[in-house]
């Protein structure tokens, strides 16, 4: 059995704060109709082609690339825990396969902090994901979710 400490060298993290309430942050993540605002890239449209939003649900995105390709996510829910936790596999191509995402929504006051993690299944895996440019690009994708769930809430 793997240890934490070997565990912990294949996880990427990120952790931020929304000033809003949890169960706000928790309709923008888990519902298709306010994912499709928030979850491409600026100036770039995305399409829910499915959101079965339960354990062994499947979810799959889609996003037009200017070159014609495609960048599909996608994968399938083993834990929700409304409105605390999701847990869900995931293959972001052609950039990213086989990794576990875990999402926490804390509740602290009318803000909720939030955490994404990402379990990789190596170290060399992860460490490749981390130079492809995890932090920035989750980090943009977390900040075009803060800026729409803080205009629902104005």
């Not at 169960?23 to 499915?50: F, N, P, R």
């Not at 895996?125 to 800026?147: K, V």
């Amino acid at each position: 059995m793997e240890s934490l400490n070997e565990i912990s060298k294949r996880v990427l993290t990120l952790k931020k704060t929304f000033n809003v309430p949890r169960q706000t942050v928790w309709e923008a993540w888990t519902s298709a109709e306010h994912i499709v605002q928030w979850w491409a890239l600026a100036g770039m449209h995305v399409t829910v082609v499915c959101h079965e939003f339960k354990v062994g649900g499947k979810w799959k995105y889609v996003m037009p690339m200017p070159d014609g390709s495609e960048f599909i996510s996608e994968g399938i829910y083993s834990e929700i825990v409304p409105p605390e936790k999701i847990v869900t596999s995931a293959d972001f191509r052609p950039m990213t396969a086989g990794v576990t995402i875990y999402v926490l929504f804390e509740e602290r006051g009318d803000k909720t902090d939030f955490t994404f993690s990402v379990i990789h299944p190596t170290e060399e895996y992860c460490r490749q994901q981390e130079e492809m440019g995890f932090y920035n690009g989750w980090g943009a994708a977390f900040d075009r979710l803060g800026n729409y769930i803080t205009g629902l809430v104005r």
